[in-house]
């Protein structure tokens, strides 16, 4: 069974700064999906990036970019010119590329690192 | 407004009692999924079910039952056999088969059993 490891229970970053959030996942497959999920104090779930295995080049969305680190099984987000908004948990995700119905979809996620953003 | 409606947004029950919290896409999606967040736990999942009529058992269903009668629709029933019960749920949805899309989920629904 795959496991999903955020070694960070809180974080924090003045605004402006750049801060990273470490997620380390232990998996037998080569073949698979990592996201990075936000969830504000509403409670929703936003997706941040996503990272598809078998791609070397690190995935960038605007201020959010990876690390990802397939032999060392590491998926690092940074995020860069931090912002008030920013502050939320944000959890890492696995998801198998299988499509089988028994594992198909499903998502494992890691326990999240709640950050702060001091103005 | 295409999305996902979980209601109510908070639920009170009393020990004991069966409750059904409920899920509604209109995404057009064919999977579905039920997740339960406790602090410090992330999301763990119950159920899900990649289409109409089938379901499968996540990695905490104890406790749980769901049916999977319409595409859009995915109600969580939460039994008394559950021992823990109190917890915020999750439900999400997404398109099938194409893996590499991801989960949307929906706003959650607070449950509180006393």
């Known amino acids: 069974a795959q496991t999903v490891t955020q070694s960070q229970p809180e974080m924090s970053v003045q605004e402006a700064e750049t801060v990273t959030l470490s997620c380390t996942y232990d998996t037998s497959e080569s073949d698979y999906y990592l996201f990075w999920y936000k969830q504000p104090p509403s409670r929703q779930m936003i997706l941040v990036i996503r990272?598809?295995?078998?791609?070397?080049q690190n995935a960038t969305e605007n201020r959010f970019s990876v690390n990802f680190q397939k032999a060392a099984k590491s998926f690092s987000l940074k995020i860069s010119d931090s912002q008030l908004g920013d502050a939320a948990m944000y959890f890492c995700?696995?998801?198998?590329?299988?499509?089988?119905?028994?594992?198909?979809?499903?998502?494992?996620f890691g326990e999240g690192t709640q950050l702060t953003v001091n103005p | 407004d295409g999305g996902i409606t979980q209601s109510p947004k908070y639920l009170f029950r009393k020990e004991g009692q069966n409750v059904t919290l409920s899920c509604e896409q209109n995404?057009?999606?064919?999977?579905m999924y039920w997740y339960r967040q406790d602090p410090g736990q992330g999301l763990r999942l119950i159920y899900y079910?990649?289409?109409?009529?089938?379901?499968q058992k996540g990695d905490i269903a104890e406790g749980y039952s769901v049916s999977r009668e319409k595409k859009e629709s995915f109600p969580l029933t939460v039994t008394s056999a559950q021992k823990n019960p109190t917890a915020f749920y999750l439900c999400?949805?997404?398109?099938?088969?194409?893996?590499?899309?991801?989960?949307?989920f929906g706003p959650g629904t607070r449950l509180t059993v006393t």
């Open positions: 079910s990649q289409i109409v009529n089938d379901f």
């Open positions: 990272q598809e295995a078998y791609k070397q």
């Open positions: 995700a696995y998801r198998s590329a299988s499509r089988e119905v028994t594992s198909g979809s499903r998502l494992t």
């Open positions: 999400a949805s997404s398109i099938n088969p194409t893996p590499i899309r991801e989960q949307y």
């Open positions: 995404l057009n999606h064919d999977a």
